[in-house]
């Protein structure tokens, strides 16, 4: 699943997204914010960009349309650089596999509009499709809704989530309530128990709730990992190649760290080192 500065929302396997340069998140963040769209700032994410299972780093640089990923859970160098995206960008990134073939890939969404592409390599989109208002404030968010293997949009405005099952135009296939009207979690996006079906999760002062289907209900599991944001930003994947999404917090400074954790459980991190 799959998102913040470079150095500030699925959106894991499916493209979490992380806002950086804003001390508030909603689950329904409005992309405009000045704070998120700073141009010293770029956007923290994750996904399997290689094709072996496990979920590993990225940065989006707003500033120059950079993807800088990393294929391991380590410190050093990006192992794919490239563009995707305007300088300056002002579209929102998402991840997802778009395709079904087993490899995490970049997008953008402007307004309404997302645009999706099938390598992580510059290029135009392979797909640009529809989906929301054209001046959308949702939160956009990534997930295999419907186990068939790919990954589709939504939207999450306040606590109301809006789930799509094909990169095309159209309407909700899935709507449902997940959290309390206005909202003050931040969004994101796993399979939490390992069936192969993406479901939502919001993440409280450090706290997370996670549901296990995608029906309006509260949580599943509850457990605390991290410190509040901005301290530290929430992160989704499958860190370990088990099948199964867990939380992870990246810490933005002089240094970025990663700690990441390989159950749905209050503990430590498994995993910490830093990227950029």
Known sequence: MRITRLGAMA???????????????????????????????????????????????GIFD???????????NSAGNPDLQFTFGDPGEQGFPVVGDWNGDGIDTIGLVRGGTWFLRNSNTRGVADVVLNYGDTDEWGFPVVGDWNE??????????????????????GAADVPLTYGEQGETGFPVVGDWNGNGTDTPG?????????????TTGPADLAFVYGNPIPD?????????????????????????????????????????????
């Open 11 to 57: 959106l894991g396997a499916v493209g979490a997204v992380l806002l950086f340069g804003t001390t508030q998140a909603t689950a329904a963040p409005d992309r405009k914010d000045i704070g998120i769209q700073s141009y010293s700032n770029g956007v923290a994410l994750s996904g399997d960009w290689n094709g072996d299972g496990v979920d590993t780093p």
């Open 62 to 72: 707003l500033g120059t349309g950079m993807w800088l990923l990393r294929n391991s």
């Open 148 to 169: 068939d293997g790919i990954d589709t949009p939504a939207l999450v405005r306040d606590n109301i989530w809006l789930l799509r099952n094909s990169n095309s135009s």
């Open 202 to 214: 919001l993440v409280r002062d450090g706290a997370w709730f996670l549901r296990n289907s995608n």
């Open 232 to 276: 530290h930003w929430p992160i989704t994947g499958d860190w370990d190649g088990n099948d199964t999404d867990t939380p992870g917090v990246v810490q933005f400074g002089e240094q970025t760290q990663w700690h990441l954790r390989n159950s749905n459980s209050t503990g430590i991190a498994d995993v910490s080192f830093q990227y950029l």
